[in-house]
């Protein structure tokens, strides 16, 4: 709730990183760490660049199959999405999904990142194509938390949208009667 003193103590982190530890994950961390605290002040300008660099430190100095890798490319398909580079940021979203499929790794981030493809794909305009990625999404959520997990009511609520708005009616009401359960 600080994001000042967030980005004041991110900033200091990266100086000492880079004069002690130079590219690392540890260094990556920071770096990504700084460009959120700029995204939360709406700076997202700024955070690009930090969060590129800290994304391809991760990349170069962790293993390739490290599941922690998609907090940085999430991350990024979130700032791109600011930035109103929606193919971007779902292209971002799709490299998590691709991540998660390649290491197993199957956490909260791959059903966020299918959530949001779809999010991405509905704000375009193409209902048809946020279909399989809404359905993905809860499946996921309920596979990983659970039937009665909070995160299904946004993927429901868009899977009942975007049947509503592809004039789909009568298939609508289920997933958003179980989003309003």
């Not at 200091?12 to 590219?23: C, F, N, S």
């Not at 790794?105 to 991405?120: G, H």
């Amino acid at each position: 709730g600080r994001p000042l003193d967030a980005l004041a103590s991110t900033g200091e982190a990266v100086r000492i990183r880079r004069a002690r530890l130079g590219p690392s994950p540890g260094l990556a961390w920071a770096i990504n760490a700084h460009a959120n605290a700029l995204r939360e002040l709406q700076r997202p300008r700024e955070a690009a660049p930090l969060a590129d660099e800290a994304y391809a430190m991760a990349v170069k100095t962790m293993a390739p199959d490290d599941p922690t890798i998609v907090s940085f490319v999430l991350g990024n398909a979130a700032l791109y999405e600011d930035l109103g580079d929606l193919d971007k940021a779902r292209a971002l979203n799709s490299e998590v999904i691709a991540i998660g499929a390649r290491t197993g790794a199957e956490n909260i981030n791959v059903p966020i990142a299918y959530f949001n493809r779809a999010e991405l794909a509905r704000k375009a305009g193409h209902c048809a194509d946020a279909l399989d990625d809404y359905a993905q999404a809860r499946d996921r959520f309920t596979a990983y938390r659970g039937a009665d997990d909070p995160y299904n009511i946004f993927a429901l609520r868009g899977l009942g949208q975007c049947l509503a708005l592809l004039h789909r009616p009568a298939e609508a009401i289920a997933p958003l009667e179980r989003a309003v359960a």
